[in-house]
């Protein structure tokens, strides 16, 4: 078994752990990421953010998602913001992908204005 948890669907329109959420999600269009390790990067397309996480998807089921922390750089908006992150969980996707939220622990000043101002996901 991955150590990552696999999120699930409760049935209601809303993820498994979304209601105990610290930071609500907004979904954001034109963000990218790429997240960072010792010895390769890997990109893909941001889908939501707060303040706290985000989640990636079209990423390669290859990335095993191991480390303990990564250096992501989320970009959009013209901006491009550098964070430690680590994975939380992650969800299989079809055409050989997957989706895996992030746990933000160390971000820049000009994320969390980014993330305060942007409307909750519905």
Not at 10 to 29: C, D, L, M, N, S
Request: glycine letters at 14%; one cysteine or more; a positive charge.
């Amino acid at each position: 078994m991955h150590w990552l948890e696999t999120r699930k669907s409760t049935g209601h329109g809303r993820q498994f752990g979304q209601a105990k959420r610290k930071y609500q999600r907004a979904e954001v269009g034109g963000f990218l990421g790429n997240l960072a390790d010792d010895n390769k990067v890997i990109g893909g397309v941001v889908g939501d953010i707060s303040t706290g996480g985000f989640a990636c998807t079209n990423l390669p089921e290859s990335f095993s998602a191991d480390k303990h922390a990564y250096t992501a750089v989320l970009s959009g908006g013209g901006k491009h913001y550098k964070m430690l992150v680590k994975p939380c969980w992650r969800v299989k996707k079809g055409n050989n992908t997957i989706q895996i939220g992030f746990k933000i622990l160390d971000a820049p000043w000009e994320w969390v204005e980014l993330t305060m101002n942007l409307p909750p996901a519905r």
